[in-house]
C-alpha cells in the first residue's frame, strides 16, 4: 500500500495532500513528494493529512526528515489533520513543526487567501490522485 500526493502552489504557499497509508512501502514515494516540493515554490509547505488513512513511526520519521530537507531550503514545513492518534514521533535536530487541526486553520494562520492575487495555481499529481478539486480540502 503506498500514498498519492498533489502539491499545490498559491499565493506563496505550498500545500502538499497526501492521501493512502504512510508506511514503510511509502517513504520513498513522500521522499519522492517531498524533493519536488523542494524545487518548487518557496514560502512556507503545509502537508495536508487530510487523506491519510494512517501511518507507521517509518512514515513519521519521513515526515521529520521533509521538515529538515524544507528547512535546509529556509522553508518551514507545517502539518494539517494528522491521523486521529495525534502523536509525532520525535526526531533529534528536528526543526519545530506546527501542527493545525485542520487545512482551514493552517491555512488562517497564513492568512491565505487574503494577500495579492497569484498569477495562476500550479499543481503537481500523482496520476493516482483523483481529479477533482475537492480532494483533500
Known amino acids: 500500500m503506498t500514498i498519492e500526493w498533489r502539491y499545490t502552489v498559491e499565493q506563496g504557499l505550498g500545500i502538499l495532500s497526501v492521501s493512502g497509508y504512510l508506511g514503510p512501502d511509502a517513504v520513498h514515494r ?3 513528494a517531498v524533493g519536488w516540493v523542494v524545487g518548487r515554490g518557496s514560502g512556507p509547505v503545509i502537508v495536508d493529512l487530510t487523506g491519510l ?24 514545513l507545517e502539518l494539517a489533520a494528522i491521523p486521529a492518534d495525534g502523536s509525532l514521533v520525535s526526531g533529534e535536530d528536528c526543526p519545530p513543526i506546527p501542527v493545525h487541526a485542520d487545512l482551514a486553520g493552517a491555512l488562517a494562520a497564513h492568512d491565505a487567501g487574503h494577500g495579492e492575487p497569484s498569477e495562476g495555481r500550479n499543481e503537481w499529481r500523482t496520476t493516482g490522485w483523483p481529479s477533482g478539486d475537492d480532494v483533500g480540502e
Open 53 to 76: 488513512r494512517s501511518w507507521s513511526a517509518e512514515g513519521q520519521l519521513a515526515i521529520i526528515e521533509a521538515a529538515r530537507r524544507l528547512a535546509a531550503a529556509d522553508r518551514i
Open 30 to 32: 513522500f521522499a519522492g
